[in-house]
């Protein structure tokens, strides 16, 4: 970090040197880099974390449309010791995928053939969506900027062998969420909305959306070494350059990652090179005046990156699926994550600049986000006068993508996001350990000020407060909704969980000692004593499942519902073999001659068995 400071500094004092030039050229980045000293800078950035936290990293800078830096760091294939190239290196590009969506999107929109504003459903079969719970309708907008409404469903997304991938209609039949919010009410990002709309180009245009990708966006541009196609197997010269992905390492160790696969591949299918991508933001960037390739009229384009939603005010919102970035300049940007894939891509179309990083890492932040974050600048956080306190943010709030059907709704409680108040204007920000300072600079608009890269992306947060007491934050990716648990319940579940699983897990071994010394003694398990072993061993069974659930939901997250199917199934059998247990225990109970000991100890395996099914239909384990 010193090193690079020092480095920043540098470039700094050059740049005073040459201050006449560059304001006449406007020669730097947005936020002030000089492009002459811009690759010094860089390198000195990377190697902060190259070898060391990320494998590899190619980054591609573009300023008045030319590409001004252009260099790979680490290595595409670690054992080979291949290096990275921005020219041939295929790497996964993730969610940046999406913005080939709503460019494709805007083509039609174009053409008249599609309209932003219409009810979705008239541009679907019949019946297509089953799960829709408001009358409101969706729109294309509205897919657009995450806000119609779905809760987030991560079964069926990710697999390991592309012989599980089916057709996008069937994987959008097959995953459809709940409408969980009111359209246009809640920003939660969502893959699914943006698969929908790509498979509402599929019935407009007649042909698999990879293929309109292909011929109108590739082709056009000249993007000869990516593909949108699944699987990339099936393309050998892509194949053959492909990085290799890697998961999270530290002091050099990296894990490579097996392949995985995505049926919904407009949501994060492209694997393509940094080059390729550079020419797609150079296409955004092209000044007014220039015919553009994108589009027939420069004024689509115009319109594609215009604030298209927003919060509130001059908050940062949407730009027909661009995310605003609140940099030195207006940023449009969109980042990607595959299962070992890390990528970013930021345009600032007033000063011309784009920049792009693209990764072999999986989760990785320091580049995707710390690097374009030194490189884009902050936005202005000149303090107004006479501002709200910020005690009147406080609490805890959980993610509005989330999943509210099944068992995986637990997650979400597991790493609520807690604000506290530093002083009248200043807030810390606490999420799963990870922690940044806000700064409010006008009413209920806080900024970063400081903290971990995670929340880069979040630079900007609106908290919509009615009557003091706040109701929502909108922040990039997702919203924010206040915890709708109490703590008091929360810390109750927490403790019925400990005890059913070591109640449950222990209590077997407690039997089998008691049935040791009666049998030493000559006498004979009766039948009440019979029926408790039954109930003990059904919820050890139910503690069991359970802890087999959680241990391959951690070690594979990405799974189809049907492989969960036998742990949900398991669940009903074992909760109907307890309740039966617990009524013959209670039907033979009166007529058995039993000890107080015992009476406590069958007493306490039948509300223990209760308040465990109590917990597992509260947090939704039976589906």
């Not at 294309?140 to 209609?169: K, R, W």
Request: glycine content about 6%; some cysteine; charged content about 20%.
């Amino acid at each position: 970090m010193i090193k690079r400071i020092n480095v920043f500094l540098c470039i700094f004092l050059l740049g005073l040197c040459f201050s006449s030039t560059l304001l006449a050229n406007e020669n730097t980045t947005p936020s002030g880099i000089p492009i002459e000293g811009l690759e010094e800078f860089v390198d000195s950035y990377a190697e902060e974390y190259i070898g060391d936290t990320v494998a590899g990293a190619a980054v591609i800078a573009i300023k008045d449309n030319q590409i001004v830096l252009s260099k790979a760091y680490g290595y595409a294939d670690i054992d080979n010791q291949i290096p990275m190239d921005p020219d041939t290196t295929v790497l996964e590009w993730g969610s940046i995928t999406k913005l080939f969506v709503w460019v494709s999107a805007m083509q039609l929109a174009e053409q008249g053939e599609l309209d932003l504003e219409e009810d979705i459903r008239a541009y679907l079969p019949d019946d297509f969506l089953t799960k829709l719970n408001f009358d409101e309708p969706i729109t294309i907008l509205n897919l657009m900027h995450h806000n119609a409404g779905f809760e987030e469903y991560i079964f069926d997304l990710l697999f390991d062998s592309p012989e599980q991938l089916v057709s996008l209609e069937e994987s959008l039949r097959l995953t459809e969420p709940e409408q969980v919010y009111k359209p246009g009410e809640v920003v939660a990002y969502s893959n699914y909305s943006t698969s929908l709309a790509a498979y509402i180009i599929e019935e407009m245009t007649g042909q698999p959306f990879y293929e309109y990708v292909d011929e109108h966006i590739f082709t056009e541009l000249g993007m000869t070494h990516s593909t949108m196609h699944l699987p990339v197997e099936d393309n050998q010269e892509i194949m053959l350059d492909k990085g290799k992905g890697y998961l999270s390492g530290e002091n050099g160790q990296f894990t490579e990652s097996q392949p995985f696969y995505i049926s919904m591949y407009p949501s994060g299918g492209i694997n393509g090179t940094a080059t390729d991508l550079a020419k797609f933001a150079q296409a955004l960037i092209s000044p007014e005046s220039e015919d553009t390739s994108l589009f027939q009229e420069s004024q689509t384009q115009s319109e594609l990156l215009s604030t298209s939603y927003s919060p509130e005010g001059d908050v940062p919102g949407l730009a027909h699926g661009f995310w605003e970035y609140d940099g030195e300049y207006r940023g449009l940007t969109h980042a990607g994550n595959t299962v070992a894939y890390s990528s970013n891509m930021q345009i600032v179309p007033e000063d011309n600049f784009a920049i792009i990083v693209l990764t072999n890492q999986a989760d990785e932040t320091d580049l995707s986000y710390g690097l374009i974050d030194e490189l884009v600048g902050r936005g202005d956080q000149t303090v107004q006068e006479n501002l709200p306190p910020a005690s009147a943010v406080e609490g805890s709030y959980l993610t509005a993508r989330r999943t509210y059907n099944g068992f995986m709704n637990l997650y979400a409680y597991l790493a609520p996001l807690d604000v506290q108040s530093i002083n009248d204007n200043e807030i810390e920000l606490d999420l799963a350990g990870f922690k940044a300072t806000y700064l409010q600079t006008s009413p209920y608009v806080y900024k970063l000020k400081n903290g971990n890269d995670i929340f880069i992306p979040n630079n900007v947060m609106y908290f919509h407060v009615d009557d003091g007491e706040a109701e929502q934050i909108s922040t990039m990716y997702a919203d924010y909704v206040p915890m709708d648990k109490s703590k008091p319940f929360l810390f109750i579940s927490l403790a019925l969980f400990i005890w059913s699983m070591v109640y449950f897990l222990i209590s077997p071994f407690v039997l089998m000692v008691t049935a040791f010394l009666r049998k030493r003694r000559g006498q004979r398990a009766t039948i009440v004593t019979r029926w408790n072993w039954v109930l003990t061993l059904s919820g050890t069974a139910l503690a069991v499942n359970l802890a087999i659930l959680v241990i391959r939901m951690l070690s594979n997250p990405m799974r189809t519902y049907s492989e969960l199917l036998p742990h949900f199934i398991g669940n009903y059998c074992l909760t109907g073999i307890s309740f039966i247990s617990m009524i013959m225990l209670l039907v033979y109970w009166k007529k058995t001659r039993t000890s107080k000991i015992q009476k406590f100890g069958y007493l306490l395996t039948c509300i223990s068995s209760i308040l465990f099914i109590i917990w597992l239909i509260v947090w939704q384990f039976y589906s």
